[in-house]
């Protein structure tokens, strides 16, 4: 079946700081990948996205490789700010059936 | 082009009684995709319908919740004799008929739900 496992949280980060969430996946078919950011009390807005094995996602600093050997699409971003504050989750769409998998979120908090 | 709406923003509900949540996807779109939040346990898939139809409800529970996509008017997820369990936050989604693997969900902002 299709499933997602991401790094749980809460992470905590002082401004400048090295950002990596882990996500794994498993997955029937060639899934598509994505990385999703909730603001709070907002939903849930596409961060990033990787259609295929090796593609790497990238946006607003955040970047994310499609790695098909270690089933992984881990979230990296080299400087974070207190903006980036929010809850952070991992998605795959699967070819099959038309549907959308989530992990649990991880929450990030930036310090200043 | 107003994005997904879900109204109310919050709901307040007494124990036993009925919770009626709306989400207007996006112009064009004509499939939605109905999720929970709870604390610790991420977002939680329910059930994915379109108009007049439901494609997958493995999600939902089999008691009590029931959703709807008219052919007319928005999706309507109900929950039936509220209990404090059901209080979290659920959000809608929606794409087109045609959405590629590759393609988006887009999320409207969410109901939350608290149940006294």
């Known amino acids: 079946g299709n499933s997602v496992t991401q790094m749980e949280g809460p992470v905590t980060l002082s401004e400048e700081a090295f950002l990596t969430i882990n996500c794994t996946y498993t997955?029937?078919?060639?899934?598509?990948l994505f990385w999703y950011v909730q603001y709070p009390g907002e939903g849930l807005q596409l961060l990033l996205k990787?259609?295929?094995?090796?593609d790497k996602g990238s946006n607003k600093g955040f970047e994310a490789t499609y790695r098909k050997e270690t089933t992984s699409f881990h979230l990296e971003k080299g400087s974070v700010q207190v903006s980036d504050s929010a809850v952070y989750f991992c998605a795959l769409s699967s070819n099959t059936g038309n549907q959308f998998y989530f992990g649990t979120g991880t929450s990030l908090t930036v310090i200043p | 082009n107003a994005g997904v709406m879900q109204n109310p923003r919050h709901l307040v509900r007494r124990r036993g009684q009925e919770a009626r949540l709306r989400c207007s996807p996006m112009k064009g779109h004509s499939h939605v995709y109905w999720y929970r939040q709870l604390p610790e346990e991420g977002l939680k898939f329910m059930v994915y319908l379109q108009k007049e139809n439901i494609i997958d409800e493995s999600g939902m529970p089999k008691e009590r919740f029931s959703a709807e996509f008219p052919k007319e008017g928005p999706s309507i997820l109900r929950i039936q004799q509220v209990v404090r369990g059901d209080s979290a936050a659920y959000f809608c989604?929606?794409?087109?008929?045609?959405?590629?693997?590759?393609?988006?969900?887009?999320f409207g902002s969410g109901t939350q739900l608290s149940v006294l």
């Open positions: 990787a259609t295929k094995a090796d």
């Open positions: 989604a929606s794409s087109p008929p045609d959405r590629a693997t590759n393609e988006k969900l887009f």
């Open positions: 997955a029937t078919g060639y899934p598509s």
